[in-house]
């Protein structure tokens, strides 16, 4: 059995207090006996902790010790923290020239003293509570255990994670049922009703959106609609959100609309005379006046059009008069049988491992056969591949585990085999609301910031072993993000339930229970009032404040200023605080004395500028300010952001300027944005202190380069950047100049995904733009370089999909320097634009080459009101093509 999740706070807990610089800080502050106390406490209790995981399963005395362990555990570090930072203050003083020494020593002295009063008084208060946990362990009958691991064990451990993870298309059993609901999906063109349902019904976890995913990418499906879009409905039945979804799947076009009415009056436009398939996956709610107020746009569809609805509830059919509900059952002993041995040794049966047949079918006998608990099974088994391990899986004591809260025993099984570090990431995620789509890197600064993790690549690694494990899952119709299976919702609440709260307007408690909570998260409405928010002053134990959507692209919120003022004022202790969305327009001062914070998102909002104070979060790991189109401020003492790591300032047009000191924030892994200055601005030079630097860059205001020299010195080849913007913002007099320094900013080319040029005043591009040796760019953008007379042989970039040029106002023909003498050219090309073109008269291709645009699906020329002259070559793969003058 696995340390429970409280271990891996223990571990941390006593890594920090074994830190020289900690050590040092606390024996000037007179508070390094305590410390070492607890310190010793702590290594007393450690090793008992796999004993008490073990025992926790029947023991409710156990669970209550555990989690007065986590609480305390986290007060513990709350004060590590505290004196941390407070080192961290004393040594920026006193390394301020500004401060002479009788001012520093003074104020060194007076912050100690009243530094040192504090901290011994919660460090006493601490260990009165350690030594009473000390003393029940007698009584819990705990014993010393330790992780006994093999050589082979210890190999196992190696390669864990490093396995690929098996494709949904895996699917067992369903073939039967799947072309049953094919054929009603292909039939009824002749049918007077315009559309009718194909209902998928059964218990969760028995694998409906599996199938509705099979029937949804089926090519005989795909080939017979005409629009195609699927939404994921959950319990909050929302009929706008609805409706909106699916009329931008089908228009491609946000337009705000004022009412139901003005929404639905297009999505009706949109759909007339079309045969469509709609799938709505995870329907809750049974009232048919919801159903038919949402049904209204889709009665001007052809005949034919169908919607599938995948649902644990079969009332809202039956209250339709939908007699025919095809129920979703468990899959056969058989087919159950051959799911565990694919997920667990990689086959589809059990003749290579016959010794292992018997437990198997144990196992399926116990998992009830359902598709979820025995692919979270098997590939809780996939490593470990000894007799031993499969008979202590089916006989352990978490089966007879009676089912609370809807949670499988199967998948609290996989739950408690997790190391305890998998724990605590996966319990964080019980702050996301059903069917939420989170991207990884977004979810691995979380976990970051909360002091799960010391390094982000073991935070990619530990993401991918939930993944692998049946906890994470890909998104159906996104495969950017990442989705949980409400089921595994359900268990990470579960687990979490102490600690953790997802707070929205269905959630009802007493104010003293808010004090208890660590993290919490809430859904974003229309307008979030104070009254809501208003007990939360005193939930002064909180790390995060999350503000999260269901939806992706969520417009703009209302949020009670008070609730800043108000509220976020008396949460010390956070260490996340992500308020994205809203329409907040001012960030109140005190921001900078919440000096705990790792993690800080204004993204999409109305700020115009942030307070100074910002400069005193010197724990700041992110700071996301993307999106907001008012900011034209940073504050001007950001050097002191020592431990800031990833700047987010993309999407920002009114900020033109950046705070003196970026440079030297060596920390810095992402930088959206770097605006080279003239005299007193920043030099590109500046780029080359910032050695970890990866991602997405834009790097504007190029014209203020005086040297090609500095742009090698920037050296960008070094660097991991995946997107590059280069954007000379102006034209510069010096062509020659432009085209010496746009030829020394090449990136590295096994890493670049995008590039867009923008306002580049050369006449030639370099070499380097179209070389095949960036094999994995795969979107070009060319935009106002309106001195270059041709383009660059982008034909030969063997990855490249999305092509757009646009305002190349000298451009005259288009013939072979596009494609080179290359043999097939833009091999992968599926979307090009032209805009804005207004010389361009001819375009031809190199004879030489034997096909163009194989794969092109989309071609778009605007505003080129001189073209009179293409090629039958450039055209003879395309079915059709939009042209505007």
Known sequence: MAEPAVSALVKTIVQKIGNEALSAYALSLGIKTELDKVEDKLSLIQPLLIDASAKEIRSEGVKKWLNHLQHLAYDIDDVLDDANTEAMHLDLIQSNSVFNKVRKFILTCCTNFSQSRRLRHRLDSINAKLDHLYQAISALGFIEKHENKTKKDENKDINRGKETSLLEANVVGREGVKEKLIKELLGGESSKINFSIVSIVGMGGVGKTTLARLLYNDTRVKNHFELMVWVCVSIDFDIFKITKIIFLAVSEVNNEFEDLNQLQMSLQEKLKGKRFLLVLDDVWNESSNAWENLEKPFHSSAPGSKIIMTTRKAQLLKELGFNHIERLESLTHEDALSLVSLHALGVDNFDSHPTFKSLGEGIVKKCGCLPLALKAVGRLLRTKKEEDYWDDMLNSEIWSLKIVDGILPALMLSYHDLSADLKCLFAYCSLFPKDFLFDKEEMVLLWMAEGY?????????????????????????????????????????????????????????????????????????????????????????????????????????????????????????????????????????????????????????????????????YNLQTLILFGCKSLAKLPKSFIQLKKLRHLDISDTPLLNKLPFGIGGLTSIQTLTKFIVGGDVGFAITELNKLKNLHGKICIKGLYNVQDATHAREANLSLKGITELELDWVNNSQDYTLEEEVFKELKPYSKMLKMLRVKCYGGINFPEWVGDPSFNLLVRVSLSDCRNCTSLPTLGQLPSLRELFIKGMAKVEVIDFELTSATIVAFPSLEILEFHDMLCWREWSFNNEVSDVFPCLRKLRIKNCPNLISVSLKALCTLGGFTTRK
């Open 453 to 617: 993790l010391e390094q982000e690549s073991l935070g990619r690694g530990s993401f991918d072993e939930l993944e692998l494990r049946s906890f994470f899952q890909r998104a159906p119709n996104d495969i950017s993000f990442f989705v949980m299976h409400d089921l595994m919702n359900d268990l990470a609440r579960f687990v979490a339930k102490d600690f953790s709260l997802m707070f929205d307007k269905h959630v009802q408690m007493p104010d003293e229970a808010l004090a208890n909570y660590r993290h919490m998260s809430f859904i974003r409405e229309n307008y979030t009032p104070y009254q809501r928010f208003k007990a939360f002053k005193r939930a002064n134990s909180l790390r995060t404040f999350l503000a999260v959507s269901v939806e992706v692209n969520q417009s703009w919120n209302h949020l009670s200023s008070k609730i800043l003022v108000d509220v976020i004022f008396r949460l010390p202790l956070l260490r996340v605080l992500s308020l994205s969305r809203f329409r907040i327009r001012e960030i109140p001062d005190f921001i900078g004395s919440l000096k705990h914070l790792r993690h800080l998102n204004f993204s999409l909002t109305e700020i115009t500028e942030l307070p100074e104070d910002v400069s005193n979060l």
